[in-house]
């Protein structure tokens, strides 16, 4: 049964960059039918997609994210990474990691909850 | 840009009413739509995916239905465990993934 969650810092400075990780158990993230993908949820506000990233290593940014966005693979670790770079309040939030399959998230880590501020 | 809304933005009922929410795309999104129930502090639960199809292992009291623009997620009866906020998301080629912006149902 795959598993993910998410790991990194809960409180990060503003203008600093904040890097989580997703570390998948119970499985393998090779394989080119999944996007291995964060969400976020912002306090008071419905879910937002950040990105997805293939085994091929092609990626997938939203529009509004992706001059600060960044999203790798390891492979060997069973892990996927997200880097956002210059961090603002409007960035605290609770982040997710998940697979998707067939345009669908079906499995979720619990999220890690991440606030900016100084 | 596609848009989703979720109608209503929330929702009060009782054990055993049935229970209707709708989303509303802004464009034709054919039927790349699934259905979450979030639940604070818990990972986000895949309920229902292409519009009307169950995921494994979702109580059959959950339904989805639509297509193009407008689709209906319902609760047949609806139990205590079904305390939630309840978003959908769609797929398209232009936008990838987009949520609606949920509702939140009290029992």
Not at chain 1, 17 to 24: G, K, N, P, R
Not at chain 1, 33 to 43: D, L, N, T
Not at chain 2, 83 to 99: E, I, N, V
């Amino acid at each position: 049964q795959v598993q993910l969650q998410e790991s990194g810092p809960g409180l990060v400075k503003p203008s600093q960059a904040l890097s989580l990780t997703c570390t998948v158990s119970g499985g393998s993230i090779i394989g080119g039918i999944y996007a291995w993908s964060w969400i976020r949820q912002r306090p008071g506000k419905g879910l937002e997609w950040i990105g997805s990233i293939y085994y091929s290593g092609t990626t997938y940014y939203s529009p509004s994210l992706r001059s600060r966005l960044t999203i790798s693979m390891d492979t060997w670790k069973t892990q996927f990474s997200v880097t956002l770079n210059s961090l603002t309040a409007a960035d605290t939030a609770v982040y997710y990691c998940a697979r998707a399959v067939n345009h669908t998230f079906d499995i979720w880590g619990q999220g890690t909850t991440v606030t900016v501020s100084s | 840009d596609i848009h989703l809304t979720q109608s209503p933005s929330s929702l009060s009922a009782s054990v055993g009413d049935r229970v209707t929410i709708t989303c509303r795309a802004s464009q034709n999104i054919s039927i790349w739509l699934a259905w979450y129930q979030l639940k604070p502090g818990k990972a986000p639960n895949l309920l229902i995916y292409k519009a009307s199809t169950l995921h494994r292992g979702v109580p059959s009291r959950f339904s989805g239905s639509g297509s193009d623009t407008e689709f209906t997620l319902t609760i047949s009866s609806l139990q205590p465990d079904d305390s939630a906020t309840y978003s959908c998301q769609l797929y398209s080629s232009f936008a990838l993934f987009t949520f609606g912006p949920g509702t939140k149902v009290d029992i």
